[in-house]
């Protein structure tokens, strides 16, 4: 579900606010999809702020030892952390985290929403999600999902389909979306939710079939493409979000100043156009929106990430 809203400027404490460059840390690699997210919106933000936003990439632990960084970072507006997903679903899948993505983070804004798309190899005989329930339960524990990687958004949207659909797939993990689409478009697996930048070249090419999107609505990517909910799922609506938090006490002055520019930065065409070349929907929200979307993301992703029984000790 996507937000409406924004915020003004409150009070007059931060109005010099910022007077130096401001880091944007991302707990991934320079290059993936958080990575070009975060310089997407550090460019802008820039330009609507006066001063520098540096994106900073500490990659580990799936994303975790940045986040901990943040968490533990001076609340003054200039440390902020590019979250993700992923990072609602660590919430439950690791057991020994040092910080609450509620409870030791204050919410800025949600920036984009990237859909994943339900593929398939062309040679698994089915041409809808119905049609690929039904062959799952025709031919109990014969098919394979793929992911990329045990606990990514990938493999929880796809335990989420099992639980759902009630069927019975194998769940095997690869360290990335190119090998395990490698392996798919080979037959080694015959299905995969995978974000949609990634999966649609090849659906384009012929060497995947898509079979739905996994968001509410259906994305402009494909928009003849059904969505989940449209193929009997009313209740499945997952996608790769990513959105701009600060450390806890973080000022309210200074959070409004910083989600009135990524609002400005999100309503610019030149961005919404980049935006879209990831298969990305802006995505318009308040401080307190935000903060409501990442409680809920954190306690969805728990029902899905217990009845899978994955865990990181």
Same mark, same amino acid.
């Given at each position: ?18 007077? &130096? =460059? ?6 991934? %690699?320079?290059? @993936? !999809?958080?990575?070009?997210? *975060?310089?997407? +919106?550090? /460019? ?94 025709? &031919? =109990? ?6 992911? %990329?990687?045990? @606990? !990514?958004?990938?493999?929880? *949207?796809?335990? +989420?389909? /099992? ?112 935006? *879209? ?37």
């Amino acid at each position: 579900m996507l937000f409406a809203g924004t915020v003004g400027f409150a009070g007059s404490a931060s109005a010099a606010y910022p007077e &130096n =460059p401001i880091r944007m840390i991302v707990g991934f %690699s320079a290059g @993936g !999809t958080t990575d070009v997210v *975060a310089r997407i +919106l550090g /460019k802008e933000m820039s330009d609507a702020l006066g001063q520098p936003v540096v994106v900073e990439n500490r990659p580990g632990a799936g994303s975790n030892i940045a986040t901990e960084m943040v968490s533990r970072a001076k609340p003054d507006g200039y440390t902020l952390y590019m979250v993700a997903v992923t990072a609602a679903i660590n919430q439950t899948l690791y057991k020994n985290l040092r910080f609450n993505l509620v409870d030791d983070f204050t919410p800025v804004a949600l920036g984009v929403r990237v859909p994943n798309v339900l593929v398939v190899n062309p040679e698994v005989p089915v041409k809808s999600v119905k049609e690929l329930v039904e062959y799952a339960k025709a &031919n =109990p524990g014969k098919l394979n999902f793929a992911s %990329s990687g045990s @606990g !990514t958004s990938i493999h929880m *949207a796809g335990e +989420l389909f /099992k639980q759902l659909a009630d069927i019975d797939a194998a769940h095997i993990p690869y360290k990335g979306s190119s090998p395990a689409l490698t392996d798919l478009i080979g037959g080694q697996v015959q299905y995969m939710f995978d974000n949609m930048p990634s999966a649609w070249p090849h659906v384009e090419s012929g060497k995947l079939r898509a079979l739905a999107v996994t968001t509410e609505d259906r994305t402009q990517t494909a928009p003849d493409l059904p969505t989940m909910q449209e193929s009997g799922f009313p209740s499945y609506d997952v996608s790769s979000w990513f959105g701009v938090i600060a450390p806890k006490g973080t000022p309210d002055d200074i959070v409004n100043k910083l989600n009135a520019a990524v609002q400005t930065a999100l309503a610019k065409p030149d961005v919404q156009a980049r935006l *879209a070349g990831l298969g990305a929907v802006p995505a318009k929200t308040t401080p307190a929106e935000f903060g409501a979307f990442i409680k809920s993301e954190v306690d969805s992703w728990a029902k899905v990430v217990k009845a899978s029984g994955a865990t990181v000790d």
